[in-house]
């Protein structure tokens, strides 16, 4: 019970990562309070925790005045939050040409603006809550396409990116001030889940091979990546990189820096040509 009475807060808790963390983060103790945007997939991850130990509060990352607002609602119910897991992401599988401007506004008003909202929301909690013999965590998922950038994923690399940055420069700005709160960025590869088939595309065609391409790639369970991420915070990793895909990723730009981009461009192309219907 390493989190006995910690107050955890999870996005993107109806699914994926975030239910997986959730019902480890409850497991060990932890009170949750998980949010979605996504109501059933938000009572299936409660039901699967021990009563009492989950609070759900349905929830857009991408509205500032509603994440303020659930900080508000979380300390009222809970307590000040010691732990925060900004999880909660989206996916478009389009290129820089064909993808509309509003489906590029609304990744990056979820994937972008959901961890900054969550993160200035929180902070001051988590400064007040953590100690020098248990800092608080402030814990924010990037991707493995924040490592590298793919074809295709031009705004989802986009945003990963800027999670990247905004992630390790707050890391510095605790360290600096001396506040006792970490902060880590979580770099997953391409974990089984349903958020392949919650992505956007440029067209239906487009779609259907993104998700069965994303399905076949997806290489760690959700379950896994939960575990991988409460022991890196737990030896106060700074990156948390997930699954062989993810190390992958993190090593081609140390290896061979800028030129990974031509390496990776004769790739797909090779993928394009010798798949069916291209």
């Known amino acids: 019970m390493r989190y006995h ?93 064909d993808m509309s401007w509003e489906d590029f506004d609304w990744l990056i008003a979820i994937n972008i603006g959901g961890v900054v909202n969550g993160t200035k929301a929180f902070l001051p909690q988590l400064i007040e809550a953590g100690s020098p013999q248990r800092p608080a965590r402030l814990v924010n998922t990037s991707s493995a396409f924040g490592l590298i950038a793919f074809a295709y994923q031009s705004a989802y690399s986009t945003s990963k990116f800027a999670v990247r940055g905004f992630t390790e420069a707050i890391r510095q700005e605790m360290i600096i001030e001396r506040h006792p709160v970490t902060v880590h960025c979580v770099h997953p590869g391409v974990v089984r889940s349903d958020f392949g088939t919650n992505m ?55 290896l061979l820096g800028a030129r990974y981009t031509g390496l990776m461009a004769r790739a797909g192309r090779l993928a394009k040509r010798d798949s069916p219907g291209s």
């Not at 999870?10 to 963390?21: D, E, Q």
């Not at 939050?81 to 999880?87: D, K, L, Q, T």
């Not at 779609?207 to 997806?218: I, T």
């Open 5 to 97: 009475a910690q107050i955890a807060v999870v996005t993107g808790a109806g699914s994926g990562i975030g239910r997986a963390l959730t019902i480890a983060l409850a497991g060990n103790g932890a009170l949750v309070a998980a949010s979605d945007i996504d109501e059933p997939g938000l009572a299936a991850t409660k039901a699967a925790c021990d009563p009492g130990s989950v609070s759900t509060y349905q929830l857009d990352v991408a509205d500032r005045t509603a994440v303020l607002a659930h900080a508000d609602d979380v300390r009222r119910d809970l307590g000040p939050a010691s732990m925060v897991f900004n999880n909660a992401g989206v996916d478009l599988f389009a290129s820089a040409a």
């Open 200 to 254: 956007r595309t440029a067209d239906t065609e487009d779609r259907d091979k993104a998700v069965r391409l994303f399905q076949r790639a997806a290489l760690t369970s959700p379950e896994k990546t939960a575990r991988l991420i409460l022991r890196g915070i737990d030896r106060n990793r700074a990156r948390i990189v997930i699954g062989p895909d993810g190390w992958a990723a993190a090593a081609l730009p140390r």
